[in-house]
């Protein structure tokens, strides 16, 4: 138990030190291949969203459908970056955020695997959020931000998450042959997202709290 423990973790956690620093080093964006680079590079610091991917990745698995399941949080992710370019945002966005780690970590922790039907929907829900989150990035940057830019930094977020969660699922199946949603390998994983989201999810809470309470 203690090895698939320690293997859940280190695989949950080694992407993380890929890029230390933003790839543009906090310039602003103004090229195709900058953009690009920044949408490769925010999933990757941002480990809510790194370690979201992963799960969705492994959760995917057992719909049935490895590669259509996370392909439905992409495109959401990406229409919920798009809305924010354009000014339009969603609300709670850390609070769902934390809450997505929650669910897909406790769902993948049961055991239980989703129908590709409820998986969709709940991958696209989530999606719009991370997407949203992402959008900031880029509300924030308007006056240098042209098209080239956004289509850079959609596409390279887009490519990147999708090629994360292929490779959780890859990785959980090929390495740790673990082929059901039962299997203990998996689960563990899903408990070390879970914990995560329920960090969060106490943490942006007190940040609620303590702002109400001022």
């Known amino acids: 138990m203690k090895k698939y423990f320690l293997a859940a ?3 949950l956690i080694s992407a993380t030190p890929v890029l230390a620093h933003h790839p543009l080093g906090g310039q602003p964006m103004e090229t ?13 610091l941002g480990f809510d969203h790194l370690f979201f991917v992963i799960a969705i990745g492994v959760a995917a698995l057992y719909t049935g459908y490895a590669r259509l399941a996370p392909a439905a949080y992409i495109g959401a992710m990406l229409v919920g970056c798009l809305m924010m370019s354009f000014g339009i945002g969603l609300p709670f966005k850390e609070v769902i955020i934390g809450l997505s780690l929650l ?8 055991g239980r695997a989703l129908s590709i039907t409820p998986a969709i929907a709940l991958f696209a829900i989530f999606g719009l959020f991370h997407g949203s989150a992402f959008g900031d990035s880029i509300a924030a940057q308007e006056a240098s931000v042209g098209a080239p830019v956004l289509i850079g930094y959609l596409i390279g977020l887009g490519v990147l998450q999708y090629g994360i ?19 203990v390998e998996a689960r563990i994983a899903g ?8 960090f969060l999810t106490l943490e942006n809470l007190e940040g609620i709290l303590f702002g109400a309470l001022v």
Request: glycine share 16%; no cysteine; hydrophobic share 60%.
């Open 9 to 11: 973790l280190g695989v």
């Open 191 to 198: 408990a070390v997202v879970a914990g995560i989201g329920a």
């Open 165 to 183: 969660a292929l490779a959780s699922g890859y990785i959980v199946v090929k390495i740790w042959k673990a082929t059901a949603a039962q299997a």
């Open 32 to 44: 195709f291949a900058q953009g690009l680079l920044s949408g490769i590079g925010h999933p990757l």
């Open 103 to 110: 669910t897909i970590g406790y769902i993948v922790l049961s």
